[in-house]
T-cell receptor
């Protein structure tokens, strides 16, 4: 158990809908990262927040947005969902905002868009 | 830009030794990490190399050669539970020091 929690574990929805994925980092970690992993693929970095502020952006679509709240939990919002958005979405956390920081991953949310 | 290459699949026998290679291309290299991911599970951190040489942690070792832009993960005394995908990931200036991940190597272990 990494100490990072994600809800929900599974989500099934229809095209065009909007969903929100939630992540709580490990106690004491200030950074939260969001990743997308499609079937049998590597991880695609989406976005990072550090202590409430956006720190870095990866290949995040305009239909996707995220935020980190004062209690450091984070939410990833996915809207106008398409079939291709079906994937595992992981949240990770680390103490700092880069460098040698080890990232600890949550169990993931499996999103299925029908 | 940044890129990483690692074999898509490696097969080995229980009790043996296996090496998973990773070559990378990036500017402003800032470290090579290895993560393990079991099917349906979350990636878990295995090792990190910022400097040339070998880092050993139990049955697992990781090696880095910055001049060759190359690293490998060595797994010894393979156990069935080591069957998983292994990802190398690199931090570099190109990605604003975010981790860029390889596509992963699926390790299949046979009894």
């Amino acid at each position: 158990d990494s100490g990072v929690t994600q809800t929900p574990k599974h989500l099934i929805t229809a095209t065009g809908q909007r969903v929100t994925l939630r992540c709580s980092p490990r106690s004491g970690d200030l950074s939260v990262y969001w990743y997308q992993q499609s079937l049998d693929q590597g991880l695609q970095f989406l976005i990072q927040y550090y202590n409430g502020e956006e720190r870095a952006k990866g290949n995040i679509l305009e239909r996707f947005s995220a935020q980190q709240f004062p209690d450091l939990h984070s939410e990833l919002n996915l809207s106008s969902l398409e079939l291709g958005d079906s994937a595992l979405y992981f949240c990770a956390s680390s103490v700092g905002h880069g460098g040698t920081d080890t990232q600890y991953f949550g169990p993931g949310t499996r999103l299925t868009v029908l | 830009g940044q890129s990483l290459e690692q074999p898509s699949e490696v097969t080995a026998v229980e009790g043996a030794i296996v090496q998973i290679n990773c070559t990378y291309q990036t500017s402003g290299f800032y470290g090579l990490s290895w993560y393990q991911q079991h099917d349906g599970g979350a990636p878990t951190f295995l090792s990190y190399n910022a400097l040339d040489g070998l880092e050993e942690t139990g049955r697992f070792s990781s090696f880095l050669s910055r001049s060759d832009s190359y690293g490998y993960l060595l797994l010894q005394e393979l156990q069935m539970k080591d069957s998983a995908s292994y990802f190398c990931a690199v931090r570099g200036m190109d990605s604003n020091y975010q981790l860029i991940w390889g596509a992963g190597t699926k390790l299949i272990i046979k009894p």
